[in-house]
């Protein structure tokens, strides 16, 4: 698939068939995540593979909707039956100490949104489809998967085959009401 076409077809998937994802695709669309750029090279970004129902289903429920979400106008997490039903979940996270922290920026979040888009996009070439899951209690999910308190949890992808073949493509804004030239508009 063409780099442009992808970007421009690739949507949020969160209803999966029961088709199992094949180990090859599976190890593709990870090592194109690790083929993302990142901060002065140090490659931060980690991933855990989540396949075990029982572990998804917990997963899901520690990504529910909490009083910090529902105050900003979240009602439920349209994600978490998503979670726990993908064939499998993919948890990104990140080592900040293995990455820049310039001025207060913090760039092992970037390094892994781009990991993010670099596997989202390998996905869907594939074949397969995903969505971030950025709603979730760190601290409990980090415990569940062993993971250490040293390192960031920061986000969830559940990945599988879309249960349908095409959706429809949420509105975007027009390019003049978000791109600026030269200065801010005003």
Known sequence: ME????????RSVRKFSDRQV??????????????APSWANLQCVR???????ATKRRISELSYVDSFFAARGYKSNPSQVALAEAPLVIVACALP???????????????????AENLMLAAHD?????VFVSIFEEKPLADLLGIPAYISV???FPLGYPQCEASCA????????????DRWPG
């Open 47 to 53: 991933f855990v593979v989540v396949k075990d129902p």
């Open 126 to 130: 594939l074949g397969l489809g995903s």
């Open 170 to 181: 949420p509105p975007r804004k027009p390019l003049e009401e978000t791109v600026f030239y």
């Open 154 to 156: 920061v986000g969830l």
């Open 3 to 10: 780099t442009l076409k992808a970007i421009s077809t690739r």
């Open 22 to 35: 094949e180990s090859d695709k599976l190890h593709a669309i990870l090592e194109a995540a690790m083929m």
């Open 97 to 115: 100490n293995q990455s820049g922290d310039i001025r207060g920026q913090q760039y092992y979040m970037t390094d892994v949104g781009l990991a």
